[in-house]
Structures are given as C-alpha cells and as structure tokens.
C-alpha cells in the first residue's frame, strides 16, 4: 500500500507541462524535432526496457462460467427454476 501512496505523491511533482521546450528538452536530454538517436535510445531500452504494455493475465473460461451462474439474479432464476421443477412435480 505504502508503493501506490508513494506513487500517486510523486506525480504531484510532475511539472512537464509547465516548463518550456527547450527546458523539456535539457530535462530529457533529447531534441524536440529528432528525438533520441540509435546510441541514446538502445541505452533508455537497456535501462528501462521495451516500450510495451505488459500482457494481462486473464481468467479460466471456467472461472468466468462460475462466476455468471452465481450472480445475485442468476441465484433467482435458479432458485426460480428449481421451484418450478418442484411445483411441477408436486401437482402430478
């Protein structure tokens, strides 16, 4: 708990959009018109790793189906239609 508040704090230090471009630019150490060359950008992949959104691990297809038949309006249908089953049964 104490990573996320530390987390949400530092962005309140966050001042790139306040400062200008050329002081953006002395930030970062790159150009606003060319970017990072082949030397800067293999040393930020080095360091920081690829640009890319981490896969999401999803559910079993079985835990979805689980969660679906024990919603709280899946629970009155099948209490529904298990008093219908008995109604029917006991009316023969």
Do not use: C
């Amino acid at each position: 708990m104490s990573n996320a508040v530390s987390g949400t704090e530092a962005i309140r230090t966050w001042d790139e959009h306040k400062i200008s471009l050329s002081a953006l630019q002395e930030k970062y150490k790159t150009n606003i018109s060319t970017g990072l060359n082949d030397e800067q950008a293999k040393s930020a992949r080095s360091k920081y790793g690829n640009n890319a959104l981490s896969k999401k691990v999803g559910k079993p297809w079985y835990m979805i189906l689980l969660k679906e038949l024990t919603g709280p309006f899946s629970l009155l249908l099948w209490a529904a239609g298990i008093m219908n089953i008995v109604g029917f049964g006991i009316s023969d």
